[in-house]
Structures are given as structure tokens and as C-alpha cells.
């Protein structure tokens, strides 16, 4: 397994910056999230952006994925809206028009997926069928035109959006039916929502797991934490993922460490490795 870091964890720094930092650390991959600030989908520059990235990575040894859960980028008022779940076809378009960007700056990036989630209802007036066939419809031809640009899309299951579960999930995935659609695990999320243990959930998906995201976590309480922060069994999470063969990143998710990127992560790294060292 690579160690991996999530740009989210680093908001006030410049993406190459951040990409420098990552990998003099030791990492070795990186999940970067589309912002403002790293790679913006409606900049004018982003050609020359994407190809300065990418050579730049080539130049680190760094792996990557593309991130799509920035918090204001679509909407400056409200938090990730519009979603795939927006009743209003033009809105929803504006989600589907920036996952379509975020497919082809991994294609450009030669990333090995591209990650996003549900998004959550802005009504409770819709029963959950018409949620999950407007979703449906939409990964379906997401997965599609992923394929045809030679990338993955890996689904997570976030706490407070409509798909959270790994159950929900599960629904989600047979409804899509398509070999370019696979999963984001986050552990955290997994004991967060009780879902435990986490090996079941792993060795079910280890075909389908194409990206993992980690941090410390509190039973019940969606809040990312240090990794020795909170009540999460990271050993065994490793575990499992050892058993079902995962050999991908693991992407620390520091989302709210950003104020202490570098220190926050350079703990968070020691903390990893050597909960990997002891797998054996």
C-alpha cells in the first residue's frame, strides 16, 4: 500500500507547492482536490495549469487521484451544491459538467480514479426512488463517458448525504451496472456510522476498491481527526485491507488541519507507517 495525502488538508497552500511538500515527506501519492486555488475547472488557464501539474508529478514519482468534493466551488453560498441529486436539470448540469472536467484532468493526469459522492437532497419531498433512479441515471452515464476517456469512477459513501452507507451503497452500485463504477472507502466513515468490522466490508469490495481515504475518527461523530485522535481501530482497517489485497494509496484526509498542513501531516505520515510496519 502507498501513503497517500489529500490536498484538502492543504487549503492555504499553493497546489505545487503542496505537491513539493507531500513529496519530500515521503509520500506517494496524491489525492488532489479540484479548488479555487489547484486546478479549477472554469479557469481560463487550466490547460497550462494541468500540464504543469502533470509534469510535475511525473517529476515527483507522485501518484494521484482527482478529488470533486471542494466545498464553495460550484456555489459560493451553499456547500456543495448543486449536486447530483438537484431537481432543477440546469443545476444539476453544473455538477455533471464539472465531473466531466474533473474526468478529463485525470485523464491528463493519468490518474487511477476519479472520486465524488451523492451529494445530499435539498427537499425532503422526494421519496428515496426518485433519488436514487435521478442518481443512477447519472453515474451511468458518468461511468460511460469515464470509460471513453480511459479513467474510473470511485463512488464514496459520505455521512449526512444520501448515499452513506456502505448498504445504500450497495443498491446504488447494482442499479449503475457499470465496469468504469467502483468505490472510495473511507475508513473513518465506516466506524463513524458503526458500520463494523471494517474487513467485511473490504474483503466484499476488494475488486471494486479504487481509493482509500484515512484519518482518526469518533464513533457516531463525523469529524476528522490525527490519526491517534479518536476511538477508530486503524490495525485493524490495514488488516483487512491487507487480506483483500488492496495495493493502492491510502490517503489521509486532513480536511481540517489545514491551518497546521505540514505538521499535521508529517505526524500523520509517522503514524501511518508505522501502523503499516507492524502488518508484517
Same mark, same amino acid.
Given at each position: ?7 484538502? %488538508? ?6 505545487? *507547492? ?10 506517494? @501519492? ?5 479548488? !479555487? ?10 490547460? $497550462?495549469?494541468? #500540464? ?11 501518484? &494521484? ?12 453560498? $451553499? ?14 448540469? !453544473?455538477?455533471? !459538467? ?9 485523464? *491528463? ?8 459522492? @451523492? ?17 443512477? @441515471?447519472? &453515474?451511468? #452515464? ?7 476517456? %480511459?479513467?474510473? +469512477? ?31 472507502? *473511507?475508513? %473513518? ?6 458500520? +463494523? ?15 482509500? !481515504? ?16 479518536? *476511538? ?6 490495514? @488488516? %483487512? ?8 494509496? /491510502?490517503? +489521509? ?25 507492524? /502488518?508484517?
Amino acid at each position: 500500500m502507498l501513503l497517500g495525502h489529500n490536498t484538502n %488538508g492543504f487549503p492555504h497552500h499553493r497546489l505545487e *507547492d503542496a505537491l513539493r511538500i507531500l513529496a519530500d515527506l515521503g509520500f506517494q @501519492s496524491v489525492a488532489i482536490t479540484l479548488d !479555487h486555488h489547484a486546478l479549477d475547472p472554469a479557469s481560463t488557464e487550466l490547460p $497550462h495549469q494541468v #500540464a504543469k501539474i502533470a509534469a510535475l508529478l511525473n517529476r515527483l514519482r507522485l501518484q &494521484c487521484v482527482i478529488e470533486t468534493g471542494a466545498r464553495f466551488l460550484l456555489n459560493p453560498l $451553499h456547500k456543495h451544491q448543486p449536486t447530483l441529486l438537484t431537481p432543477q436539470p440546469e443545476a444539476r448540469a !453544473h455538477r455533471v !459538467h464539472f465531473l466531466q472536467s474533473a474526468i478529463r484532468i485525470g485523464q *491528463d493526469l493519468n490518474a487511477s480514479a476519479i472520486s465524488f459522492w @451523492s451529494g445530499t437532497p435539498l427537499t425532503q419531498n422526494e421519496p428515496a426512488s426518485v433519488l436514487f433512479d435521478r442518481l443512477s @441515471s447519472q &453515474c451511468q #452515464a458518468l461511468a460511460q463517458f469515464a470509460q471513453e476517456h %480511459g479513467q474510473r +469512477l470511485a463512488f464514496e459513501p459520505e455521512p449526512g448525504m444520501f448515499i452513506d452507507t456502505m448498504h445504500a451503497f450497495d443498491t446504488l452500485f447494482h442499479r449503475v451496472n457499470h465496469p468504469a463504477f467502483g468505490l472510495t472507502i *473511507d475508513l %473513518g466513515h465506516l466506524h463513524c456510522q458503526g458500520e +463494523l468490522p471494517t474487513t467485511p466490508h473490504l474483503l466484499k469490495w476488494r475488486e471494486k476498491i479504487w481509493n482509500i !481515504h484515512v484519518e482518526g475518527m469518533r464513533q457516531g461523530i463525523h469529524e476528522h481527526l490525527q490519526l491517534d485522535e479518536g *476511538d477508530f481501530n486503524l490495525p485493524e482497517a490495514l @488488516s %483487512g485491507l491487507k487480506s483483500a489485497g488492496y495495493k493502492g494509496a /491510502l490517503h +489521509l484526509e486532513l480536511s481540517r488541519h489545514g491551518h497546521d498542513a505540514v505538521n499535521a501531516a508529517t505526524k500523520a505520515k509517522a503514524l501511518l507507517s508505522s501502523a503499516l510496519a507492524q /502488518l508484517g
